[in-house]
């Protein structure tokens, strides 16, 4: 039973691994993404691209593409009010460490 748990865990780790085939540049540089549901709602949520330091204009890239790629999945529509997004000027980001913080909801 351990070998049965211990193998699951390892298919489910390397299942949420990207290839290095598959990823896709911003700028000329990789960036980790993660996007949460804000409340419980699928339709609000909130987007933190790590690394962003690297490139500013890379990072609000990688938020606009893990956005649209968001919606679509859910809603099937690639629109997006954002809050706080890669358009925002750069002195309203929110960067805490090396991450930016985008946010936005995908139109219902």
Known sequence: MKFVVSL???????????PKEDRIAFDGKYFRTKV???DGQRDVFT????NASQSIEGAREAARYEGTVYCVNLYGSSDITWVVGPDTPAE?????????????SCPS
Request: proline share 0%; aromatic share 4%; charged share 15%.
């Open 8 to 18: 699951c865990t390892v298919v489910a780790l390397l299942g949420a691994c990207t």
């Open 92 to 104: 309203n980001l929110r960067l805490n460490g090396d991450s930016l913080t985008f946010s936005g």
């Open 36 to 38: 949460s549901k804000v």
């Open 47 to 50: 987007l933190l691209v790590r």
